[in-house]
């Protein structure tokens, strides 16, 4: 059963860019612990859904972190609210090392040495790849090894609620299933996690919910069981045409 009062709740959220509508009044929620999940084709508005969230975009409507609204304007107290994005891309600093993207993930900590030094050892738990290549320029590592390193940098900023952009983009089917296994069990910790992405077959093992966004607009809100084949999603977007 869900908490009465969600980790997120977006309210008749929206976003455009200039005069363009890029994402219509949208509602949605993420439970505590919950990981869930956003599928569309391209162009959807998945991407934007998640920088209206963090307060990216121009539009209308409240997105509610633990019951209190979040600013629009400002992703840096979003940030400080414990709401983190990585986004498609993943954004990493390429001519810096690991570990100096890594340490910009921390700097809302200031000088807790401490507690820092116990994110970095989690960190490096999780993805001993990044362990060994501390040293190493970001920009001259793998695409896999990047998105690690992108989800690493967020989870230095002890997120409560995880938004991931694509994680599995341009990736091989075997390292994106293990980075999304990875993000499984963080989620099976305890942290919350909103998850768009592509490779739905993937993002279902793990979600506890979807939403369906076609052109903009959520078309359907289900339960992965729902979805046995790319058939069933597609006769979602197909009807909301």
């Known amino acids: 059963m869900r908490n009465a009062t969600p980790l997120l709740a977006a ?49 209308t409507g409240t997105a509610r972190f633990d019951g209190v609204p979040l600013p629009r304007g400002d992703a840096r107290a979003v940030a400080l609210r414990g709401v983190i994005l990585v986004p498609e891309g993943r954004g990493i600093f390429g001519p810096m090392s690991v570990r100096e993207n890594l340490d910009l993930g921390a700097y809302m900590l200031g000088r807790q040495r401490g507690e820092i030094a116990a994110r970095l050892e989690r960190v490096y738990a999780l993805f001993p790849r990044l362990k060994a290549r501390e040293t190493q320029v970001a920009g001259s590592m793998s695409g896999g090894e990047q998105q690690m390193l992108a989800i690493g940098r967020a989870l230095m900023a002890g997120p409560k609620l995880l938004l991931l952009d694509e994680p599995s983009l341009g990736l091989a089917p075997r390292l994106a299933a293990e980075i999304l296994e990875t993000l499984g069990g963080l989620n099976r910790e305890g942290l919350g996690i909103l998850l768009v992405e592509q490779r739905a077959p993937l993002a279902l093992k793990l979600a506890t919910r979807a939403y369906l966004l076609s052109v903009g607009r959520v078309v359907a809100e289900v339960t992965p069981d729902q979805i046995a084949s790319p058939h069933d999603l597609a006769r979602y977007y197909f009807a909301a045409a």
């Open 11 to 59: 309210e008749k959220l929206s976003a455009r860019y200039g005069n363009v509508e890029a994402l219509h009044p949208t509602s949605l929620t993420v439970g505590r612990g919950e990981l869930v999940a956003v599928l569309g084709p391209n162009g959807a508005g998945k991407s934007t859904l998640l920088r209206a969230i963090m307060g990216l975009t121009a539009g």
